[in-house]
C-alpha cells in the first residue's frame, strides 16, 4: 500500500543508469533511468534528463527539464513537494545478459524513449558528500500554481555503488531528441542507491542570477 500522504523528506532504494553529456552550449546534461525498489509512494520506474548550470534566484543550479514516471503518486507528490515536472508514462523492460532493454510510452501510446544498456567491469561505492552543496542542489519553479510564486531548492544525497556501463539509444524523439546526435561523455550503472530528497527550502522569484 502507498501513502496517500507523501510530504517530504524522501528516502528511496534503487538501481539504474547515468549518462553524462556536454551539450552544443557547453553546458553539462544528465540522462538517468532510475528503478526505485521502494518509496514513500511505493516502487516506480522513473526516466529524467537535467542539465547544469540553469539561472535561478540562487545563482546558477542542477534543474530537471523533462521527466517521466510510472507512478500517479510520484507525479503528484514529486510536483507538489519539489516543483519536478513530471509526467505519467509506461515503462516496458526486456531483459538482457549483462543489462536490460526498455521503452518508455506516454498514456497515449506515442514511444517517448527506446533504450538499451549492459553493464561491465566491477562496481565502487560513491556518496554525494565530498560535492559542494551547489552542485547538487535542485532550483525548480514552484509548479501548479500562479506564475512567478516562487523556487524551491533541494539539496539531494545520495550513496551506493556504480559500475561502467554502455548505453544505446534507440529512440529519444519524444523525450529529447537531441540525444539522438550526442555521444555520452561518461556511462555508469547503478546497481544499487540511497537517494534523500529533504525538505526543500523556499525562495521568492526574484530575478534569476548566473
Known amino acids: ?30 540522462l538517468m533511468l532510475l528503478r526505485y525498489a521502494d518509496s514513500p509512494v511505493g516502487p516506480y520506474d522513473e526516466l529524467l534528463w537535467a542539465t547544469l548550470p540553469n539561472p535561478s534566484p540562487a545563482g546558477p543550479r542542477l534543474q530537471v527539464q523533462r521527466i517521466v514516471v510510472s507512478s500517479e503518486a510520484s507525479v503528484r507528490w514529486g510536483r507538489r513537494n519539489w516543483g519536478i515536472p513530471k509526467g505519467l508514462a509506461r515503462f516496458e523492460w ?3 545478459p549483462q543489462g536490460q532493454q526498455v521503452r518508455v510510452s506516454a498514456p497515449e501510446g506515442q514511444v517517448l524513449a527506446h533504450l538499451a544498456y549492459r553493464t561491465q567491469g566491477s562496481s565502487l561505492p560513491v556518496s ?3 560535492l559542494p552543496a551547489r552542485l547538487r542542489t535542485l532550483a525548480q519553479p514552484v509548479l501548479d500554481t500562479a506564475p512567478d510564486a516562487g523556487w524551491l531548492l533541494t539539496t539531494l544525497n545520495a550513496a551506493g555503488k556504480v559500475q561502467p556501463a554502455r548505453l544505446t539509444v ?7 531528441a537531441p540525444l539522438l546526435q550526442l555521444r555520452p561523455l561518461l556511462t555508469l550503472a547503478v546497481p544499487q542507491f540511497q537517494l534523500v530528497f529533504p ?10 542570477e548566473g
Open 170 to 176: 534507440l529512440d529519444m524523439g519524444g523525450f529529447h
Open 94 to 96: 526486456q531483459e538482457e
Open 1 to 30: 500500500m502507498t501513502a496517500e500522504v507523501a510530504p517530504p523528506p524522501w528516502t528511496l532504494h534503487g538501481h539504474g543508469l547515468i549518462a553524462l553529456y556536454l551539450q552544443q552550449n557547453a553546458s553539462l546534461g544528465a
Open 128 to 130: 554525494t558528500s565530498p
Open 199 to 208: 525538505v526543500p527550502e523556499s525562495i521568492s522569484a526574484a530575478e534569476p
